[in-house]
């Protein structure tokens, strides 16, 4: 696939330091892909800021009006009315506006070169803020570049599949297409008993005309590849293929790792890579966002993996000198895995197996699958 990487060192230097997304993941993620070579093989985009009449194609005037106006530090909003607060999980700080308009701007500019032609397949890393609501921040998202990029899309009557394999549940995304029949959305998450935001049941499956078109892989803490990969492959590639999308938008959240700090999901690069290798079978056309990742080594890792698999670049697992001696990384691919026990697997494999048997009696009907 014709491939190209959307980034610029204003993404790693912009942002909250102090928060759990570190914003400096996304240098590691370039760091470590120019370490390989990788944009002698593939094209480097520069993002642009969103412009505001394209954040209002999901966004409230209100909502954008209030970052707005807290990133400027005016006085007279009140920040709780947006979720936002001085030093929660959405915390507004100075030029938080402008920060907040460059993943969304990455990943128009990169819907727009999958418009065009001139790509077949984009990585945005800065982008996947599937949480964010149309009036209200939310899990660590201001703007949502997931919804306005797939809104790009269907303005130009391209039909859009959706596919998010962050820990989190895609709930931002699910909710602004619940009622539609233009775009299939496939979240698969750590059940939401166990983990923010509680949504994403194989229960929710869209309204009205939309009935069938949100679905739901929840997954039980411990879940390892094995477990994962054998539910996947039953339910994604088969829906995906039977809606047949002109475009595939996929959020590629790594915080499933066994090693992220936040999460109780267990898999490994290998696993995780597996799975943006299904994804890519299924794609004509494939934007593809980042999303979570709290453990940097594992986010830089993990993503530069899935580009390697998505501009066909083979990577050695040796990781180049000039990277390992700049942050201590040797191996790309996991040399270890996950500590769960016998019985914490076989019990997340009941759980995956009762919900695929429960996505293929209430959603595959919809799509004669
Ligand atoms: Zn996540």
């Known amino acids: 696939m014709k491939a190209a990487f959307v980034y610029t060192p204003r993404l790693a230097s912009a942002g909250f330091p102090d928060h759990v997304l570190l914003p400096t993941r996304l240098q590691y993620v370039y760091e470590l892909l120019e370490a390989y070579g990788a944009f002698s093989h593939s094209q480097l985009l520069v993002p642009r800021r969103a412009r505001i ?5 999901f966004h409230t005037p209100e909502y954008v009006k209030a970052v707005q ?33 460059l993943p969304v701007g990455g990943s128009l500019v990169a819907a727009m070169h999958l418009v065009k032609g001139t790509c077949e397949v984009v990585f945005n890393p800065a982008g996947g803020h599937h949480h964010a609501a149309a009036d209200c921040a939310s899990g660590f998202c201001i703007f949502n570049d997931v919804v306005v990029a797939i809104n790009s899309f269907l303005s130009r009557g391209m039909r859009v599949a959706y596919v998010d394999i962050d820990a989190h549940h895609g709930d931002g995304v699910q909710e602004a297409f619940y009622h539609t029949d233009q775009v299939l959305t496939i979240s698969c998450h750590e059940w939401g008993d166990f983990l923010f ?3 994403g049941s194989v229960e929710e499956t869209g309204l009205g005309v939309g ?26 590639p088969p829906l995906v293929r039977a809606f047949a999308p002109d475009v595939l938008v996929t959020q590629l959240g790594c915080d499933t790792h066994y090693q992220d700090p936040l999460t109780h999901l267990c898999l490994t690069i290998q696993g995780y890579c597996r799975l943006v290798e299904e994804l890519k079978g299924l794609a004509v056309r494939w934007l593809a966002l980042g999303g979570g990742g709290y453990e940097p080594g594992v986010v830089a890792r993990a993503w530069a993996a899935a580009y390697g698999v998505m501009a066909e670049l083979n990577l050695p697992d040796r990781i180049p000198t000039s990277f390992r001696e ?27 197996r009762h919900q695929v048997e429960r996505l293929q009696s209430l959603v595959f009907p919809y799509h004669r699958v």
């Not at 009449?53 to 194609?57: D, F, H, N, V």
């Not at 069938?212 to 339910?235: C, I, K, M, R, W």
């Open 197 to 199: 935001p509680g949504t």
């Open 53 to 57: 009449r394209e954040l209002l194609a």
């Open 69 to 101: 106006s807290l990133s400027q530090g005016k006085e007279g909003v009140d920040p709780a009315c947006f979720n936002l607060s001085a030093d929660g999980d959405n915390p507004h700080y100075p030029g938080m506006y402008e920060t907040s308009l």
């Open 326 to 352: 700049s942050y201590g990384l040797s191996r790309l691919w996991d040399t270890e895995g996950p500590d769960a026990s016998h019985s914490q697997i076989e019990e997340a494999r009941r759980f995956a």
């Open 211 to 236: 009935r069938g078109y949100s679905v739901n892989l929840p997954f039980y803490p411990g879940t390892d590849d094995g477990v994962y990969l054998e539910a996947f492959h039953q339910v994604v």
